[in-house]
Every structure is written in C-alpha cells, then in structure tokens.
C-alpha cells in the first residue's frame, strides 16, 4: 500500500470496498505490461474481442456447475431507470456465459474451428474476504482472459499447453518468478476438466496466484448448444480452454523486484525507462540545461522513454522521487559532465554509478537496460528458488511453512481424502502438482502409502 502511494500507482480511497482508481503513471505500468501480453497472443493466432459487461440470469445460470461456483460473488442489476426488469442483469464475474452463446452462432462447420480470442475488461465479484488492492478486488479492472474452441480433446489439449507456454515467456519477460502446477479437482475452475495454475511468491513468503489455464472439454459447448459440422457431415459439440490472469500481474511485478526504497522496474514495462537529472552550478546553468536537454532528445528518437526532469528541486530530491518510482536508470548532467563531454549513469537496481562518453550514449545505455532486466530476472529466481523446500511430514510442513515461508514440495498418494486431510491438518492450501516435476518418491504423510506425485503446499492468499 506504501508503495501504491510513493509511486503514483493507485489510489485507494475511492469510496466503495474494493474498488480502486489507477493514477496516471500506474496506468502507464499496467498498459505496458498489457502490451507484453497482447503482443504474445496476437503472435500465436488469438484476435481481440470485446463483449458486453451485463449477462441475462437465464444464460448466466445455464451451466449449473459454473454458477454454484460464481453465485455467492455476483452482482445483479434488477431495475433499469425506477423499472424492475424481467430479467436480472449479471455483472460478469468472468465471460464464457456471455461469450458461448455467441460462439454457438459463429460455428457451424470445421472450418470455422479453431476459434482463438481474447479481450482484456474489467469483472465483478462479491469478494467478502478482506480486499486488497491488485490482489483481493470487487473489480478486477485488468482482467485478460482468453477462449479458444477446437475440433477434438486432443487439439483443446495443445491449446492449454501453448497458453502455458504464453505464460511463461510473458512472466519470464517481467522477470517474474513462478511455479507452475496442475490445480487438484476441489480446486478446479467451475466447469472445466481441469485447471493449470501459475504462484509466484510474495516477500511475507505467501503465494499469489497469477494466471490460470483450464480445459472446460464439452461442458459448456453441451450446455450452450456450440456444434460443428465435420467432414464426414456429423454434427459434434467443440472442445474448449479458457485461460486468464488479473492486476495481480502488476502487484507481482511490484513485489519480485521492489526493495526498501520503493519500486524497481524491469526496463521492459517501465513508463520512464531513463530519467536525465540536470545538476547546475551557479553560473553554469545553460550549458548543463543544453546538454541534458540534447542527451533527451536523442535517446528519445531512438525510442527510449525517457524524462527530462527540470524542476525547480534539489538534485538529491529528485533522486529520490524517481527512485521510489521504479525509473531503471537516471542520467546525471553536471558540469564536469558536461567538459568531459559524458553523462553519469546510476543504476536502480545496483546502485552502481558509471560515466557514459556522449558518442557512445545511445549503446550504452540500451546495453545497461538490458542488463537490467537481466540482473532483475535473476536476481528473482535466485531468491524464488531459495524458497521451495521439501517436507515428507505433517509437523515438517507446518515448522518449515511457519518459520521459513515459501513453498513446500510434499510426496502425495493422490487420493482426494488425503489432500483435504493435508490442509486441514497443516493450515496450509495444495497448490498443485507440477506440470514438469521429479518423479515422485517417498510415502505419503497421511496413510503412508507410496507416494505417486508429488504436491506443492503453501500459505496463499
């Protein structure tokens, strides 16, 4: 919330619970973290859509399954003006049910398959937990989720394991670390088969859920009537995936990489990629002033996003504003800069100071951005890494969860009675078992039979 505050991000006193105003250079984070994510889609087949906000109950609640597991969270629209309408209105708290009875009108045949789109809006839930701004939210105003329908399983199949590899390049590109895992069934999406997960770690050592992927089979296209004509001329219902993530992408971002000064900004996303600080002596203004102004220009023809800052401030508080702000590299003009014909370059994730010759700015300062994000990359995975550690026991899980946070890699017999009894018993949640985990072995902590997987378990919020 600090730091939500220092940087500009987002304004929490809006008054309604859980609700949120982004300010300018946080909406500036959030559009560039957007574009990442659009950029991957669009490269692997998935057009932009836009559908509606407002659902009709008798679609919405057609799937019973899916609104068992949505309906103690809507919000309902009942008059429209001062007139009660026939129909209640759902806000959507996601959009299979708004999107799917579209779909059943744009397939008719094989070669309407496969169906690949995406739309990022704001959605609405009744979360009564306590809120949290970017993690715990009654809007979710960046809500990116994408639907996809396919011929056969086996095509829905590869399509969960590309979103997975979506998701990965896109977390790898913000340097956010992950673990990724397959959801167990009491913890599955309503109405899908199956559910793929992605947790990243915050610095109390809980888990943040950040993006999700699910195999729905023909349940909804069952439901929603969505056939296709194949080429024998039969008539089948689709296969589809839905995979989705929220703000908590943004959230996640701000916590791998920030530190006890404020935020720290992977260059990729940055709104200010370099801030040029002018440092004037008295009786020296003008020609600092040319020469910082000059170094802006020329590293934004060449697409930096830069900001010259020209306040009227001391240098050191405006150090310290673009610091708390995340900006990856300041470029100090003074005048000893200035008759050495270079900038002094300072590094917000290291700290590290170096002088920058003018006829090799433009290398130079592309090479320290993208060492950067290099450094920050790893510098998570490192600390992520550090995190995950294994337990074979009841009391092991609990000690290593309470005194150590993180992630905790646990032998599993896979029986459901024993996951519950697992979380129960250690007040811990079952992320999942990993996608590419080690073979298992062991036995399990609760019936002590062979272990056939293994399972990760976590405080998560």
């Known amino acids: 919330n600090g730091v939500l505050r220092s940087a500009d991000i987002m304004d929490t006193r809006y008054p309604v619970k859980g609700l949120y105003v982004w300010l300018p250079y946080g909406l500036r984070l959030r559009n560039h973290v957007l574009s990442l994510i659009k950029q991957l889609l669009e490269q692997t087949g998935h057009q932009e859509v836009l559908f509606p906000l407002l659902i009709p109950e008798d679609i919405f609640k057609k799937e019973a399954e899916h609104i068992r597991g949505f309906e103690g969270q809507v919000y309902w629209v009942t008059h429209g003006g001062l007139d009660e309408l026939d129909v209640k209105l759902a806000l959507r708290p996601t959009s299979e049910t708004s999107m799917y009875p579209m779909f059943a009108l744009w397939i008719r045949s094989h070669a309407d398959l496969p169906v690949k789109v995406y739309q990022v809006v704001n959605i609405f839930r009744y979360e009564t937990k306590m809120t949290k701004p970017m993690i715990r939210l009654r809007e979710v105003t960046t809500f990116k989720e994408a639907h996809t329908a396919h011929a056969t399983w086996d095509e829905a199949e590869a399509q969960v394991l590309e979103a997975v590899k979506i998701y990965k390049r896109f977390f790898d590109k913000l340097g956010v670390p992950y673990v990724v895992t397959k959801r167990p069934p009491w913890d599955t999406f309503a109405g899908a088969k199956y559910s793929v997960a992605f947790d990243t770690l915050a610095p109390d050592g809980k888990t943040l859920q950040i993006g999700t992927a699910h195999n729905l089979g023909q349940n909804f296209a069952k439901v929603y009537g969505l056939?296709?004509?194949?080429?024998?001329?039969?008539?089948?219902?689709?296969?589809?995936?839905?995979?989705?993530?929220?703000?908590?992408?943004?959230?996640?971002?701000?916590?791998?990489?920030?530190?006890?000064?404020?935020?720290?900004?992977?260059?990729?996303?940055?709104?200010?990629?370099?801030?040029?600080?002018?440092?004037?002596?008295?009786?020296?203004?003008?020609?600092?002033?040319?020469?910082?102004?000059?170094?802006?220009?020329?590293?934004?023809?060449?697409?930096?996003?830069?900001?010259?800052?020209?306040?009227?401030?001391?240098?050191?508080?405006?150090?310290?504003?673009?610091?708390?702000?995340?900006?990856?590299?300041?470029?100090?003009?003074?005048?000893?800069?200035?008759?050495?014909?270079?900038?002094?370059?300072?590094?917000?994730?290291?700290?590290?100071?170096?002088?920058?010759?003018?006829?090799?700015?433009?290398v130079k300062v592309e090479q320290l951005l993208y060492d950067i994000n290099a450094n920050l990359r790893e510098r998570a995975w490192k600390s992520f890494k550090e995190m995950i550690h294994e337990a074979a026991d009841v009391e092991t899980i609990k000690r290593t969860l309470e005194k150590k946070g993180g992630i905790v890699r646990v032998p599993w017999c896979e029986q459901e009675a024993c996951g519950t009894s697992l979380e129960e018993r250690t007040g811990a949640d079952i992320l999942g078992q990993e996608l590419e985990g080690k073979p298992a072995s062991g036995i399990c902590p609760i019936c002590s039979k062979k272990a056939k997987n293994y399972v990760l378990m976590a405080k998560t919020y």
Do not use: N
Not at 272 to 300: C, M, N, S, W, Y
Not at 337 to 354: G, M, P, S, W
């Open 227 to 362: 056939k296709f004509e194949t080429l024998k001329g039969k008539h089948q219902h689709v296969y589809q995936t839905s995979y989705g993530m929220s703000e908590r992408v943004i959230a996640a971002l701000m916590m791998t990489h920030g530190d006890d000064t404020g935020l720290c900004l992977p260059p990729i996303v940055a709104p200010i990629q370099v801030v040029v600080v002018p440092i004037p002596f008295k009786g020296r203004e003008a020609p600092v002033d040319h020469v910082a102004k000059v170094v802006t220009d020329e590293l934004a023809t060449v697409g930096v996003r830069v900001h010259l800052d020209d306040r009227d401030l001391r240098p050191g508080e405006k150090f310290y504003y673009w610091e708390r702000r995340g900006v990856p590299l300041r470029l100090e003009v003074g005048p000893e800069d200035v008759k050495k014909d270079q900038v002094t370059a300072v590094r917000r994730d290291t700290a590290e100071k170096q002088a920058i010759l003018r006829r090799e700015l433009r």
